[in-house]
């Protein structure tokens, strides 16, 4: 799950506006990461969160 999620995007939106909506995505719905890590840094949550994510209309 975890390696096809980022790929999504590029399905709905185009391959240059992609990692921008990845970025907004994890800001979003992303969780902090175990351990020390720089301030801000978000990984992409399990995979029951994802399903919470609405879906554009």
Excluded: C, F, K
């Excluded at 890590?37 to 209309?57: D, E, I, N, Y």
């Amino acid at each position: 799950m975890e390696s096809l999620i980022p790929g999504v995007p590029e399905q709905r939106i185009t391959t240059a506006s992609a990692p921008y909506a990845w970025r907004r995505l994890l800001n979003a719905y992303g969780e902090e990461p175990p351990g020390p890590a720089p301030a801000g840094m978000r990984v992409p949550p399990p995979a029951a969160r994802w399903r919470m994510v609405p879906t554009p209309g």
